[in-house]
């Protein structure tokens, strides 16, 4: 069974400092991984995706991602935080086989302070 | 660009009662789905549709329907309400099953659903 794990509930850092949300994941195939976020009281918006290729992803709002198989890992970075990204983080995962169905991290919440 | 649209917004129901939530995109998305939000645990799928008149159960089905008469809509039936339902409901769709596996989904705003 496919399943993502994300350590951290919350994250704070400051504004202009890098911002890591982490992610691990189990799989029996090969993974498809995902980063999406959520502002409040808003639907969640995808940032980017791994599906094959290089590990280092990147996606939406100066976001990337680095896949790292041997770590079973896909953490979400970006260099320089700002206040606008506050917000909640999912990870999510496909087991190839298992058709439609995206298992969703229980979500980290990012505060960045002025 | 309206996107997709949920509504109601917010709900309250007592045990027992039933209700449908609504959704409907105007992007002809061949895939939608229904996702239930709660606290700690993630998103979980519920039920999901490929194309107008095909529908298919997800992770928790339970207690909850759904038809796709048309493209557009994607209606979510709760049929005896219970306690257990109170949560926050998502609706996604995306531009084809293709799409859909590939996981890039466009959500709507969610409708927080409570159930005394």
């Known amino acids: 069974a496919q399943s993502v794990a994300q350590p951290e509930d919350q994250v704070n850092v400051a504004e202009g400092n890098p911002l890591t949300v982490k992610c691990t994941y189990s799989?029996?195939?090969?993974?498809?991984l995902f980063w999406y976020v959520q502002y409040p009281n808003r639907g969640l918006q995808f940032l980017l995706k791994y599906i094959t290729g290089d590990n280092l992803v990147k996606g939406s709002y100066g976001f990337e991602a680095e896949f790292n198989k041997s770590q079973t890992s896909f953490h979400l970075k970006k260099p320089s935080a700002l206040v606008s990204d506050s917000a909640l983080y999912f990870c999510?995962?496909?087991?190839?086989?298992?058709?439609?169905?995206?298992?969703f991290g229980a979500g980290t919440t990012v505060t960045v302070r002025a | 660009n309206a996107g997709v649209t949920q509504t109601p917004k917010f709900q309250v129901l007592k045990t027992g009662q039933s209700m449908t939530l609504q959704c409907a995109q105007d992007?002809?998305?061949?895939?939608m789905s229904w996702y239930r939000q709660d606290p700690g645990m993630g998103l979980r799928l519920i039920h999901y549709s490929v194309g107008a008149g095909i529908t298919d159960q997800g992770e928790v089905p339970n207690g909850y329907n759904v038809s796709r008469s048309t493209t557009e809509d994607f209606p979510l039936r709760l049929l005896s309400a219970a306690p257990s339902q109170t949560s926050v409901y998502f609706c996604?769709?995306?531009?084809?099953?293709?799409?859909?596996?590939?996981?890039?989904?466009?959500f709507g705003e969610g409708s927080r659903l409570t159930v005394l």
């Open positions: 799989v029996s195939g090969n993974p498809y």
């Open positions: 996604a769709s995306s531009y084809s099953r293709f799409y859909a596996n590939t996981g890039e989904l466009f």
């Open positions: 999510a995962v496909r087991d190839v086989p298992n058709d439609y169905k995206l298992s």
């Open positions: 992007m002809n998305h061949e895939y």
